[in-house]
């Protein structure tokens, strides 16, 4: 029986990736988005916020129903408000929580009993932003910040379910191509791919993994430990 991965914030971009790479793998795969066009065909897609407890309720009873089991929860569903902060309304703040870092409580607990009767493993997706800062973003770096913490609190919460974050920096997934100048800022040479960041996903929810659990991985080319001084 193929294993099933349920994929949030799946249908564009990094949530894309995960979804096409694990399908590619043999998974058979279940996509969550507020718009579910462009989701891969492979998948079965479903409309939903995550960040509903409602919503999520329905979206786990589906996978009861549909597939009957699930052995990898990916929460990648994220948005951001950049304001000022003066500027910054709770109603912002509560929705970048709500969908970055809530949905994967609600997500976790929903789950928990299919992922401990599979064997499964759950891989969450933080930012740099949790270690590093850009002026009025402080809702999304406050909420990337709380997933990298919420991920190895489930990791001893619902062991010997795995849980792991990957911390993605600068990912082209749309405009234009970066130029030369942005991939040489990197210290591996380029600026990051979608598909960088499946290939760590998959990783972690295999079996290579096993030993893995309540770690935070920073994808990012080695920006976050490059010194920067003024020239």
């Not at 492979?42 to 052995?71: I, K, M, N, P, Y």
């Not at 929705?95 to 499964?120: E, H, P, Q, W």
């Not at 096993?210 to 991985?217: L, M, N, V």
Request: net charge neutral; glycine share 12%; charged share 20%.
């Amino acid at each position: 029986m193929a294993r099933v991965a349920l994929v949030t914030g799946g249908a564009r971009g990094i949530g894309a990736a995960v979804a096409g790479r694990l399908l590619n793998d043999g998974w058979r795969v279940v996509v969550a988005d507020l718009d579910v066009t462009g989701a891969d065909a492979r998948a079965r897609a479903v409309v939903a916020d995550v960040g509903d407890e409602a919503a999520v309720a329905g979206l786990v009873q589906g996978l009861r129903v549909t597939e009957g089991r699930l052995d990898g929860l990916v929460c990648n569903a994220g948005i951001s408000r950049r304001k000022p902060l003066a500027h910054l309304s709770l109603a912002d703040w509560n929705a970048v929580m709500s969908t970055n870092l809530t949905s994967i409580f609600l997500l976790a607990r929903g789950c928990a009993d299919m992922l401990r009767d599979a064997g499964g493993s759950i891989v969450t997706v933080a930012s740099t932003r949790a270690h590093m800062s850009e002026p009025d973003m402080e809702a999304y770096a406050a909420s990337k910040g709380g997933v990298v913490a919420l991920t190895h609190s489930l990791a001893m919460s619902l062991a010997p379910v795995r849980a792991n974050c990957i911390s993605p920096g600068w990912i082209a997934t749309k405009g234009p191509p970066p130029t030369e100048e942005e991939h040489a800022f990197h210290p591996a040479g380029r600026v990051g791919r979608a598909a960088d960041v499946a290939g760590l996903a998959a990783f972690l929810l295999g079996p290579d993994a096993g030993f893995i659990t309540g770690a935070e991985f920073v994808c990012d080319g080695g920006v976050t430990r490059k010194m920067i001084y003024p020239e």
